[in-house]
């Protein structure tokens, strides 16, 4: 061991170490020397090859293989694919906050292999389209994103309805666009219009005031009468009874991102009721005495909350915290003849509060609700006694029944209609490569109908598309899409004014990151 000990370099002593003032008149060649004179042989030139006049030295050699390794570790940490990267903290909060898991969390984060899940069994379910003939073009769109996004994959069918006979062209049309079964309905006169117990022509007053103000929809009869078909009759329709669960399509709709998973399977799975991705705040003017009955039917029947009905209540304000009466005062003593309410007021202060009209049973609507046009649900709650008699109570009037663990919240779907949309960042991980939407079996059988009906703009068409959609949106952390590409004329409605999201994520179990920046 002596005779190693001996052999091996050692480092310089303290007493040998160069002091500030010297290093200041010498050089770094002069300084290495004298710091490490028993490592000159690290200084000695090695040949590339055997007989190559390049030289490099020995340290060259011995450090590059483990740059070399720092390098790959850095790399495979850093990378937004890598599980690694994430237990690296980010400095400043992602701007994307993440929710608690606590009753909802989201099915997929990024991408499937959607030939591999399609292999499970399908849900009893269809897509329901209500629509009018003159309607077509925009339903054209819709199911073109439906079918790009999700449904080229998994073959859901279609149920078509319309208060009136959908025509030949209507038809034919929407059977070149999908290669899924297709069913075409009409809704009974029972289902549609006003109801036998309300004045028609004071109805009609009240949707022309609508109008008036300019309320989006207000003026519209037929706007009016679709909301209470969803509300209470579109489950009814004899094309729906054989169904369980349905995805609702709307006119002039636009998906993101890829669905590469089904949405009904996992609802199925989660045991959920109801599925949203938009929620917002509405117009009080729509609404002047929806939460006054809701409340009322809450309070007769006697239903206790199980949790979503604070989603859509204003949060009570705290109890200011009385102070004590000062023990020891005479103008205190117990002989005194005014009353402790009358000793404890300021003067003028004894008046009743003032009673708020919105307010019913201590609580104040806020004006938040699922938008609609887009859910995912079970038919058979809407087939329920107890929704049955909710709404046969609000329809000749004018939350509480389900709890935050029954809804799920599609924050992985990219969906916009109109001028609100919600579109969700990728995520960092299982963005898969897309494969291409044209040239499948299916898209072949599809632009062959195009093509006999007189479509000779297809190929064109879809090329385009193919293009716009191989170049989705970066990836970002808490992003949770498979392939999204945002529009960017419209702000995302989470963060927006106006958006229930808070709301949400306060019943569901708030935020679990903080707040980032933008």
């Given at each position: 061991m002596e005779q190693m000990r001996k052999r091996l370099p050692t480092l310089p002593s303290y007493e040998n170490l160069p002091t500030l003032k010297s290093l200041s008149h010498t050089n770094l060649r002069e300084v290495s020397e004298k710091l490490t004179p028993r490592w000159e042989f690290l200084r000695k030139r090695i040949r590339i090859r055997g007989n190559s006049k390049i030289s490099?030295?020995?340290?060259?050699?011995l450090l590059f293989p483990a740059l070399i390794l720092i390098l790959v570790l850095v790399i495979f940490?850093?990378?937004p694919d890598s599980p690694a990267g994430r237990l690296i903290p980010s400095g400043a909060p992602p701007s994307i906050r993440k929710i608690s898991e606590k009753y909802d969390k989201v099915f997929t984060t990024g991408c499937l292999d959607p030939k591999k899940e399609v292999n499970a069994p399908r849900v009893n379910a269809a897509f329901v389209v209500l629509a009018r003939n003159k309607e077509l073009p925009g339903v054209i769109d819709s199911i073109k994103s439906v079918e790009r996004h999700f449904n080229q994959w998994f073959h859901y069918p279609y149920v078509f309805l319309n208060n009136e006979e959908f025509n030949s062209t209507f038809k034919e049309t929407i059977r070149n666009y999908t290669s899924s079964p297709v069913e075409f309905g009409k809704i009974d006169p029972s289902s549609w219009g006003y109801p036998d117990?309300?004045?028609a022509r004071v109805a009609k007053e009240g949707i022309a005031k609508q109008g008036d103000a300019a309320i989006m929809y207000g003026g519209m009869e037929s706007y009016h009468h679709m909301c209470r078909f969803y509300s209470g009759f579109f489950y009814k329709?004899?094309?729906?009874?054989?169904y369980d669960w349905y995805w609702r399509v709307e006119p002039d709709i636009k998906y993101f991102c890829d669905i590469t998973y089904d949405p009904f399977a996992a609802m199925v799975k989660a045991n959920k009721t109801y599925g949203f991705t938009i929620a917002v705040k509405e117009l009080k003017e729509t609404v002047p005495n929806i939460f006054r009955y809701a409340s009322a039917y809450k309070r007769v029947n006697n239903i206790t909350s199980q949790g979503l009905w604070e989603m859509f209540v204003e949060p009570k304000p705290e109890k200011e915290k009385i102070e004590e009466l000062p023990k020891g005062d005479p103008k205190y003593d117990k002989e005194k003849p005014l009353p402790e309410d009358i000793l404890r007021g300021e003067p003028g202060s004894g008046t009743l509060p003032e009673i708020d009209p919105e307010a019913m049973e201590g609580e104040i609507y806020n004006m938040c609700h699922f938008w609609s046009n887009f859910e995912i649900a079970r038919l058979d709650f809407f087939r329920s006694k107890e929704y049955e008699d909710f709404f046969t109570m609000m329809d000749r009037t004018a939350g509480a029944l389900l709890s935050p663990s029954d809804i799920h919240y599609f924050r992985d779907f990219g969906y916009r209609h109109t001028t609100i949309q919600h579109c969700p960042a990728n995520a960092p991980a299982r963005q898969m490569p897309r494969a291409p939407y044209f040239g499948t079996p299916d898209m072949n059988a599809i632009a062959e109908a195009r093509h006999r009906a007189g479509d000779s703009?297809?190929?064109k068409e879809l090329a385009e598309e193919e293009e716009y959609?191989?170049?989705?949106?970066d990836v970002k952390e808490n992003?949770?899409?498979c392939r999204c590409r945002c529009d960017t004329d419209i702000p995302e409605v989470e963060?927006?004014?106006?958006?229930?999201i808070p709301e949400w994520v306060e019943i569901a179990g708030g935020f679990v990151t903080p707040q980032g920046p933008g």
């Open positions: 490099v030295p020995l340290y060259v050699v940490v850093r990378h117990w309300v004045d329709h004899e094309l729906l009874l054989k703009s297809m190929k959609w191989a170049k989705w949106d992003g949770v899409g963060v927006k004014e106006g958006s229930c």
